[in-house]
Nanobody, 115 residues
């Protein structure tokens, strides 16, 4: 099992940046993949980005070139650097970890981008 604590959300204007953090309760080297989902009002939850234990990453098309996921293995942290934010990025962002075939979730953090 793993507990996740996400943080770093907030209210920003379009074009600004935010960095989300996800702290894991165990070594992230033992976790298959970690990343972020988001859910906007009235929409389904979507996978934004993920990074696996080997460091490979993937992104949903709408954030490519603007968002960067990274990890600090020593601190058991995963970061999501979000640049050039757009109003359509407004959502609750959920950190997740895939461990042993199961997905674990942190509490969501709200990101609101005003135009």
């Amino acid at each position: 099992q793993v507990q996740l604590v996400g943080s770093g959300g907030g209210l920003v204007q379009a074009g600004e940046s935010l960095t989300l953090s996800c702290a894991a309760s165990r070594s992230i080297l033992s976790i298959n993949a970690m990343g972020w989902y988001r859910q906007a009002p009235g929409k389904q939850r979507e996978l934004v980005t993920a990074i696996n234990s080997g460091g490979s990453t993937n992104y949903v098309d709408s954030v490519k070139g603007r968002f960067t996921i990274s990890r600090d293995n020593a601190k058991n942290l995963v970061y999501l650097q979000m640049n050039s934010l757009k109003p359509e990025d407004t959502a609750v962002y959920f950190c997740y970890a895939n461990l042993g075939g199961l997905n674990y979730w942190g509490l969501g953090t709200q990101v609101t981008v005003s135009s």
